[in-house]
């Protein structure tokens, strides 16, 4: 045989040696869904738009992966301005390629986002029977701080225990029912000067009344939501205008509507 075709057939022969495998490519990260999976408990607020000043609430609970309503939804009124992005579990401000306005200080905006709920007050010396988030009794001491100059912006305090280093606040013990028990929205938790203060679930004047940029409602389902909050289940609080929260469900690990 020819010598040329002979190193061809070799050449051109199948070989036994494995074909390298080439590495798989390197896959993204998978990003974390908004809400934690420690929480298991949500309370959704839905607008129809960011000038709405009424929502539909509705309690949640998650077992084994799957969102489940926790009895009838319920309405509630907003800010008189609406809703605007605030800061809170989802971040700072609107999240990436979402448009929408942005919460400030003094807006009349309700904040828009997914925010802890992690504390409560009222003027009783107890709170409604079954109630776990941390409960204060409230006189005329405790206050909000409202004032952004102020290195106490943003906190609930009871102002006997340091000198006035604040401009203004707003008074936790009321003249009216408003904030006969109140739910404390983890809104700019960093506290950074002029994103916003003072956002709470609280007591309504009526179905027709507007807030200052909290999330209000009747009395008794108020208490009935205090009453059934656990504090172990982490709970969250989303407000968002519908087409938002249908937009980021999935990113969000929202229930769906």
């Known amino acids: 045989?020819?010598?040329?075709?002979?190193?061809?057939?070799?050449?051109?022969?199948?070989?036994?040696?494995?074909?390298?495998?080439?590495?798989?490519l390197p896959q993204p990260a998978?990003?974390?869904?908004v809400i934690p999976a420690a929480t298991t408990q949500l309370v959704t607020?839905?607008?129809?738009?960011?000038?709405?000043?009424?929502a539909t609430l509705q309690l949640w609970s998650r077992a084994g992966g799957a969102w489940q309503k926790v009895g009838e939804s319920w309405p509630a009124v907003i800010g008189g301005a609406g809703a605007a992005w605030g800061d809170g579990v989802h971040g700072i401000g609107p999240p990436p390629d979402r448009g929408g306005p942005r919460k400030h200080e003094g807006d009349r905006k309700s904040p828009a986002g997914a925010f802890e709920l992690r504390a409560s007050y009222g003027y009783?010396?107890?709170p409604p029977d079954g109630t776990s988030l941390p409960y204060t009794p409230?006189?005329?001491?405790?206050?909000?701080?409202?004032?952004?100059?102020?290195?106490?912006?943003?906190?609930?305090?009871?102002k006997r225990t340091l000198d006035k280093p604040?401009?203004?606040?707003?008074?936790?013990?009321?003249p009216d029912d408003l904030y006969t028990w109140v739910v404390d929205i983890a809104h700019n938790p960093s506290r950074i000067a002029g994103d916003g203060s003072c956002i709470f679930l609280h007591v309504w004047h009526g179905a027709d009344s507007t807030t200052v940029g909290c999330t209000a409602m009747a009395e008794?389902?108020?208490a009935h939501l205090l009453g059934t909050l656990d504090a172990h289940a982490s709970p969250i609080y989303v407000l968002l205008p519908r087409a938002e929260y249908q937009a980021l469900a999935g990113a969000w690990g929202l229930p769906s509507l």
Do not use: F
């Open 220 to 222: 008794p389902k108020l």
């Open 124 to 126: 009783a010396p107890r």
């Open 138 to 158: 409230v006189d005329d001491n405790w206050i909000c701080v409202d004032d952004p100059k102020s290195a106490a912006y943003a906190t609930v305090l009871d």
């Open 1 to 24: 045989m020819n010598r040329c075709l002979v190193v061809a057939l070799v050449a051109c022969g199948n070989s036994s040696a494995p074909h390298p495998v080439p590495d798989p």
């Open 45 to 54: 607020g839905v607008i129809d738009a960011w000038d709405s000043t009424t």
């Open 30 to 33: 998978k990003q974390p869904a």
């Open 166 to 174: 604040w401009a203004s606040a707003e008074q936790m013990r009321r």
